[in-house]
């Protein structure tokens, strides 16, 4: 069976430092139909640099004013073709094998969209912690940001019914993006193995805009919810008993190197 083309799209904007190892973890799978696009809102560090490097194994890549990350990633997408998408962010990686995994799950017709495992680095490189779950669902989609975004890929046909990120969004694009496929009644298939790697340095926003995070995903998960806002934190706390239960004994067994780790590559 041939493997279904994959693109992957790499937002980017003054991310020199982590940019060379991000690209290097997607094209260096060995993917053979692989479709690769960089996005740099007109960086003016070394990131241009890093990219024409590996200029030659991209579909396309750009550097220039965007309207933020959401746009820089639908610009990407706008510009290929391929059966299967997804987005990894310029200080983040994927894992060795990743996409093969990816490309297995969408064998499977009735496979709209999948996701997996990710462990965490810090600004170094150095591990920081794994974060293994069980299969979520609707339910548990509902009440917290579970999905490791890097991990998440979806069929183009879905996009083409759901349409682009939305690019007002700040800092939950991804958690929007899956609450619309949540609308349309897809719950990404858990693949259980580690596929992505994010990485905690404190320029990304994760760290600089947690006040429009929580802001954000008040309305989100409100939207999801029936009401106009909710607040996070009780949300979560509402997550079901049985899957909270189940994801305990994942961490434990995290913990004990029994889900098949994988080395994060240097």
């Known amino acids: 069976m041939t493997p279904p083309t994959i693109t992957v799209v790499t937002p980017s904007y003054q991310q020199g430092r982590y940019l060379d190892a991000a690209m290097r973890s997607v094209l260096d799978q060995g993917y053979p139909r692989l479709e690769y696009v960089v996005v740099d ?9 890093v990219i024409r490097r ?13 309207g933020g990350q959401a746009d820089a990633i639908n610009q990407g997408f706008q510009r290929t ?26 064998r499977d017709p009735r496979v709209q969209a999948v996701c997996g495992w990710r462990e965490l680095i810090d600004q170094d490189g150095r591990p920081v912690s794994s974060m293994a779950f069980p299969q979520p669902t609707p339910a548990v989609l509902r009440t917290r940001p579970i999905l490791p975004q890097e991990t998440v890929y979806w069929r183009r046909s879905l996009w083409e019914r759901l349409g682009p990120l939305d690019a007002s969004l700040r800092f939950s694009m991804d958690t929007d993006y899956w609450l619309r496929m949540l609308e349309r009644g897809v719950v990404p298939r858990l693949i259980r193995a580690f596929l992505g790697v994010f990485r905690w340095q404190p320029e990304q926003k994760s760290a600089l805009l947690l006040d429009v ?26 997550l079901p008993w049985g899957w909270r239960t189940r994801l305990k004994l994942y961490r434990k067994a995290t913990k004990l190197g029994l889900l098949g780790r994988t080395r994060v590559p240097g």
């Open 41 to 49: 809102g007109g960086s003016t560090d070394e990131s241009v640099a």
């Open 213 to 238: 995070a929580r802001e954000e995903n008040s309305r989100l998960f409100g939207r999801a919810n029936g009401v106009e806002r909710v607040d996070p934190d009780a949300l979560r706390k509402q």
């Open 54 to 66: 590996h200029a030659d194994r991209l579909a396309w890549w750009t550097s220039g004013p965007d």
């Open 81 to 106: 073709t391929g059966e299967v998408m997804g987005w990894l962010n310029s200080d983040d990686l994927l894992l060795p094998g990743a996409l093969d995994r990816i490309a297995r799950a969408f």
